[in-house]
Antibody, heavy 119, light 111 residues
Framework: QLQLQESGPGLVKPSETLSLTCTVSGGSISSSSYYWGWIRQPPGKGLEWIGSIYYSGSTYYNPSLKSRVTISVDTSKNQFSLKLSSVTAADTAVYYC???????????WGQGTLVTVSS | QSALTQPASVSGSPGQSITISCTGTSSDVGSYNLVSWYQQHPGKAPKLMIYEVSKRPSGVSNRFSGSKSGNTASLTISGLQAEDEADYYCCSYAGSSTSLVFGGGTKLTVL
């Protein structure tokens, strides 16, 4: 069945760029109808949608993060990636990737990866 | 961009039914039948339980049901079981300028 797995550094310094990759297995990232999204969850807090991308490269972002976020896709590797620039301690969170039905639900989710912003 | 409003906590005894509310505005919950609900156990990834207000994914127990009235969506769990104890989050489409918003989450305790 479809599985997603996040990967990337667990520690990022303040003001630097957070970079994560999500690898999709058990299905093609080029499937029509589906976007691929990033969601984060600060420790002990709720979920926040970051943004989503279609296999063609079309993106849409959370307006509150848009100025710092770039999401890209590599269909040859069945992967999509997140870059979040100028990070601060407030960006410390578990970052999840998920298949996203446009404007609607997320399913399935990756297991999540904790990224800590600290010097 | 404000999060949808959920009660911080709800509780119920095994076998009982509980309802979790998710209150938004006429710009999100009230305008679109695009509300989804997620269950999250501690240390685990969220799991889709309800989508498009009241549809249940394959494999999700029919004890879980969703509904909407005006600007408020609801998740009802009937026949509470110990394994239902978890955090629950709602999510809604909020239009092209805002896109997607989550609720703050509700902790369900099975007494």
């Amino acid at each position: 069945q479809l599985q997603l797995q996040e990967s990337g550094p667990g520690l990022v310094k303040p003001s630097e760029t957070l970079s994560l990759t999500c690898t999709v297995s058990g299905g093609s990232i080029s499937s029509s109808s589906y976007y691929w999204g990033w969601i984060r969850q600060p420790p002990g807090k709720g979920l926040e949608w970051i943004g989503s991308i279609y296999y063609s490269g079309s993106t849409y972002y959370n307006p509150s993060l848009k100025s710092r976020v770039t999401i890209s896709v590599d269909t040859s590797k069945n992967q999509f990636s997140l870059k979040l620039s100028s990070v601060t301690a407030a960006d410390t969170a578990v970052y999840y990737c998920a298949r996203h039905y446009r404007n609607s639900w997320f399913d399935p989710w990756g297991q999540g990866t904790l990224v800590t912003v600290s010097s | 961009q404000s999060a949808l409003t959920q009660p911080a906590s709800v509780s119920g005894s095994p076998g009982q039914s509980i309802t979790i509310s998710c209150t938004g505005t006429s710009s999100d919950v009230g305008s679109y039948n695009l509300v989804s609900w997620y269950q999250q156990h501690p240390g685990k990834a969220p799991k889709l339980m309800i989508y498009e207000v009241s549809k249940r994914p394959s494999g999700v127990s029919n004890r879980f049901s969703g509904s909407k009235s005006g600007n408020t969506a609801s998740l009802t769990i009937s026949g509470l079981q110990a394994e239902d104890e978890a955090d629950y989050y709602c999510c809604s489409y909020a239009g092209s300028s805002t896109s997607l918003v989550f609720g703050g989450g509700t902790k369900l305790t099975v007494l």
